[in-house]
């Protein structure tokens, strides 16, 4: 049986992505700060979920993914979705500074763990984690955020190298979604070509499934990105960017019939079902 750790599954994508991996009959290594939320989880699915609540901010927390590790009988996917992120236009320091001890000391504490553990256990695996489009370049009013998820992106693309120079059949999967309708966002504003959870969720578990290197959720924030990355530092920092609006409630309705479009064509029910792990069946999700 194929094991998953995620970190961060007690909200949003991560626990989406651990629901899928448990239905479709892996061995789910679940892991966020929400014990109450990880224990339903796995009463939900008994024989699939093993749980630790696990805060990454912690200095001891690789030392509980190890037993997670453990208890689960090994690891074939490291999965970290664990982030936050606040929209700071103020500067709060306090917003900022946990956000750089969250996303980039968290993140590089536990992609460490996970790269270790698969030197020392066979050489192989595969590391997948969310950064986010926002890594593209500095957003104003997201500049902790923006410049953490840059760093995670470079962080991986390093470690990919080292993996390399050191023999080691580690692969890694960069998924960077664009808004998705998750807690993370503010439930009081409207964010630009948001996405739903069951549409974006979609793109991410078959990212992980066909071993993407890079992957940019959905199609939209595709385009979008590789335009952004065209321009200049110059010009960017030039432009006026707005990260949301307040809602009205005519924006409202039009958030939520754009979301239910994005729906119908791709139900989450494809994904319901990932394909094992072995290089000949990982791409066929179709
Ligand atoms: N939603 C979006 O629009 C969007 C877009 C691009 C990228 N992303 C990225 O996707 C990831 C997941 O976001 P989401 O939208 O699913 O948000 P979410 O619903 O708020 O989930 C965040 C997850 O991270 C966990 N987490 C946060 N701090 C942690 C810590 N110190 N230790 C352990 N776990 C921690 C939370 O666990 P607890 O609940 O147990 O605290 C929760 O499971 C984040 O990295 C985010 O930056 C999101």
Known sequence: MKRIVIMGATSGIGLRVAEIFAKAGWLVGAAGRKEKVLRKLQSDYPEKIRYAQINIDDTDAPNRMR??????????????????????EALVTEHDTATAQTNVVGFTRMID????????????????AVTSVAGTNGIGELASYSASKKYQQTYLTALDQLARMQGLDISFTDIRPGWIRTPLLNPDRI????????????????????????????????????????????????????????????????????EKQLQSPESPAKVAVPAPLSPASTTDLS
């Not at 590790?69 to 982030?83: E, K, P, Q, T, W």
């Open 67 to 88: 037993d997670l590790i453990n208890r689960l009988g090994g690891m074939d996917i490291y999965f970290h979705v664990a982030g936050i992120g606040y929209e700071n």
């Open 113 to 128: 763990t996970a790269f270790r553990y698969f030197r020392s256990h066979g050489r192989r695996g595969r590391i997948a």
């Open 191 to 258: 964010y630009p070509m948001t996405m739903t959870l069951d549409h974006a969720v979609v793109g991410i578990v078959r990212a992980i499934i066909a071993r993407k290197r890079v992957c940019i959720v959905d199609w939209r924030w595709n385009l979008l990105v590789r335009a952004w990355s065209l321009l200049p530092d110059r010009l960017w920092e030039l432009l006026p960017i707005r990260v949301s609006t307040q809602a009205t409630f005519a924006e409202d309705k039009a958030d939520t019939k754009t």
